[in-house]
């Protein structure tokens, strides 16, 4: 699955805001090229909320193992919570440049966040589980779903 597909279909989700940073946005140009999904029923940007999950096209400061700068790649970043991380995640290290495995982001991976790089499958080949089970913002919010389409998060069972 692409970039584009992705941000396609989050944005069929009730209640999703997808924010795509360019050089007419205003966003720092760090940030363009890359997406961002919130929970905001009422088309506004949450003021206090992070977004529940990123497409991360290039490398950050600080983050630079998925290799991400290589041309075509990019990372899906989901909040998941901790205890659905360490399940998704499981005991084995995954090299965050792997593709199509889920990995504890490399930054956030301990306040629950889990990443993939590229290609997964979205023909529910592995269910629901990486959004649907276990996301949630603050205040409860689940990440916006419907039925089958969520299973363009989840990758490749290992």
């Not at 989050?10 to 940073?21: A, I, N, R, T």
């Not at 992070?50 to 290799?67: E, L, V």
């Not at 306040?111 to 993939?116: A, F, I, L, R, T």
């Not at 959004?131 to 603050?138: E, H, Q, T």
Request: aromatic share 10%; charged share 20%; hydrophobic share 35%.
């Amino acid at each position: 699955m692409e970039f584009q597909e992705t941000v396609d279909i989050v944005q069929s989700f009730d209640g999703s805001l997808v924010l795509l940073p360019d050089e007419h946005s205003g966003f720092p140009e760090l940030s363009w090229g890359d997406a961002y999904f919130y929970f905001a029923p009422d088309g506004l940007i949450p003021e206090r909320t992070q977004p529940y999950a990123t497409i991360i096209t290039k490398n950050y400061p600080d983050d630079h193992a998925s290799r991400l700068d290589a041309p075509g790649r990019f990372r899906v970043n989901i909040h998941v919570g901790r205890d659905e991380a360490a399940r998704l995640v499981g005991p084995t290290e995954v090299d965050p440049a792997e593709t199509d495995a889920f990995f504890a982001h490399p930054l956030y991976g301990a306040s629950g966040w889990v990443s993939v790089v590229n290609r997964w499958r979205a023909d529910g080949g592995c269910g629901d589980h990486a959004a649907a089970s276990g996301a949630r913002r603050g205040g409860g919010t689940r990440i916006p779903s419907r039925g089958g389409a969520v299973t363009a998060w989840c990758p490749h069972s290992r």
